[in-house]
Protein backbone atom coordinates (compact mmCIF):
# COMPACT_ATOMS: atom_id res chain seq x y z
CA UNK A 1 0.00 0.00 0.00
CA UNK A 2 1.23 3.59 -0.79
CA UNK A 3 -0.22 6.55 -0.07
CA UNK A 4 0.45 10.25 -1.63
CA UNK A 5 -0.22 13.01 -0.14
CA UNK A 6 0.39 16.10 -2.80
CA UNK A 7 1.16 19.93 -1.49
CA UNK A 8 1.39 23.41 -2.67
CA UNK A 9 -1.10 24.43 -4.71
CA UNK A 10 -3.49 27.74 -4.75
CA UNK A 11 -4.00 30.87 -6.40
CA UNK A 12 -1.01 32.77 -8.60
CA UNK A 13 -1.50 35.21 -11.21
CA UNK A 14 -0.45 34.13 -14.79
CA UNK A 15 3.31 34.55 -15.15
CA UNK A 16 3.85 33.45 -11.71
CA UNK A 17 5.33 29.88 -9.95
CA UNK A 18 4.26 27.02 -8.20
CA UNK A 19 6.10 24.11 -6.57
CA UNK A 20 3.77 21.15 -5.60
CA UNK A 21 5.24 18.50 -3.49
CA UNK A 22 4.32 14.62 -3.28
CA UNK A 23 5.25 13.01 -0.10
CA UNK A 24 5.00 9.10 -0.46
CA UNK A 25 5.17 6.17 1.92
CA UNK A 26 6.21 3.08 1.08
CA UNK A 27 9.95 1.60 1.63
CA UNK A 28 10.48 0.78 -2.29
CA UNK A 29 9.78 4.64 -3.06
CA UNK A 30 12.68 4.43 -5.12
CA UNK A 31 11.76 1.58 -7.27
CA UNK A 32 8.22 3.64 -8.52
CA UNK A 33 7.52 5.19 -11.48
CA UNK A 34 6.10 8.76 -10.80
CA UNK A 35 3.88 11.49 -12.42
CA UNK A 36 2.04 14.57 -12.07
CA UNK A 37 -1.25 14.55 -13.61
CA UNK A 38 -4.05 17.18 -13.74
CA UNK A 39 -7.83 17.27 -14.42
CA UNK A 40 -9.45 20.69 -15.34
CA UNK A 41 -13.25 21.17 -14.96
CA UNK A 42 -15.21 19.55 -18.12
CA UNK A 43 -12.15 17.60 -19.21
CA UNK A 44 -10.17 14.27 -18.88
CA UNK A 45 -6.81 13.79 -16.10
CA UNK A 46 -3.95 14.24 -18.36
CA UNK A 47 -0.48 13.13 -17.47
CA UNK A 48 1.59 16.29 -17.02
CA UNK A 49 5.33 15.28 -16.54
CA UNK A 50 6.76 12.08 -15.13
CA UNK A 51 10.14 10.93 -13.76
CA UNK A 52 10.89 6.66 -13.94
CA UNK A 53 13.01 4.99 -11.41
CA UNK A 54 16.16 5.89 -13.39
CA UNK A 55 15.65 10.04 -13.38
CA UNK A 56 14.09 9.83 -16.76
CA UNK A 57 11.72 12.40 -17.45
CA UNK A 58 8.83 13.36 -19.61
CA UNK A 59 6.75 16.20 -20.40
CA UNK A 60 3.72 16.93 -21.88
CA UNK A 61 3.91 19.23 -25.12
CA UNK A 62 2.66 22.44 -23.47
CA UNK A 63 4.91 22.55 -20.26
CA UNK A 64 7.78 21.87 -21.91
CA UNK A 65 11.06 24.40 -20.56
CA UNK A 66 8.22 25.45 -17.34
CA UNK A 67 7.56 22.33 -15.72
CA UNK A 68 10.26 20.47 -14.06
CA UNK A 69 9.69 17.10 -12.42
CA UNK A 70 12.05 15.72 -10.07
CA UNK A 71 12.31 13.34 -6.95
CA UNK A 72 14.11 12.74 -3.57
CA UNK A 73 14.55 9.01 -3.05
CA UNK A 74 15.56 9.51 0.31
CA UNK A 75 13.07 12.04 1.39
CA UNK A 76 10.27 10.31 -0.17
CA UNK A 77 9.12 13.00 -2.64
CA UNK A 78 8.66 13.94 -5.81
CA UNK A 79 8.34 17.82 -6.70
CA UNK A 80 6.75 19.65 -9.78
CA UNK A 81 8.23 23.37 -10.33
CA UNK A 82 6.00 25.00 -12.49
CA UNK A 83 7.00 28.04 -13.87
CA UNK A 84 5.47 31.38 -16.15
CA UNK A 85 1.91 29.88 -15.60
CA UNK A 86 -0.83 30.11 -17.66
CA UNK A 87 -4.54 29.73 -17.05
CA UNK A 88 -4.67 26.81 -19.13
CA UNK A 89 -2.43 25.29 -16.11
CA UNK A 90 -5.93 25.83 -13.66
CA UNK A 91 -6.76 22.47 -12.69
CA UNK A 92 -6.61 20.01 -9.66
CA UNK A 93 -3.15 18.14 -9.70
CA UNK A 94 -2.59 14.70 -8.69
CA UNK A 95 0.73 12.88 -7.67
CA UNK A 96 0.65 8.94 -9.00
CA UNK A 97 3.08 5.96 -8.23
CA UNK A 98 3.00 3.38 -10.00
CA UNK A 99 4.28 0.00 -8.23
CA UNK A 100 2.76 -3.22 -9.21
CA UNK A 101 -0.61 -1.34 -9.55
CA UNK A 102 -1.30 2.49 -9.58
CA UNK A 103 -2.33 5.27 -6.61
CA UNK A 104 -3.36 8.23 -7.00
CA UNK A 105 -2.87 11.46 -3.99
CA UNK A 106 -5.91 13.42 -3.43
CA UNK A 107 -5.40 16.15 -5.42
CA UNK A 108 -4.11 20.00 -4.73
CA UNK A 109 -5.87 22.71 -6.48
CA UNK A 110 -4.13 25.19 -8.83
CA UNK A 111 -5.44 28.50 -10.36
CA UNK A 112 -4.33 31.02 -12.33
CA UNK A 113 -5.82 34.12 -12.50
CA UNK A 114 -5.67 36.25 -15.78
Known amino acids: QVQLVESGGGLVQAGGSLRLSCAASGNFFSTYNMGWYRQAPGKQRELVAAINRGGITTYIDSVKDRFTISRDNAKRMVYLQMNNLTPEDTAVYYC????????WGQGTQVTVSS
Open 96 to 103: NAETTRSY
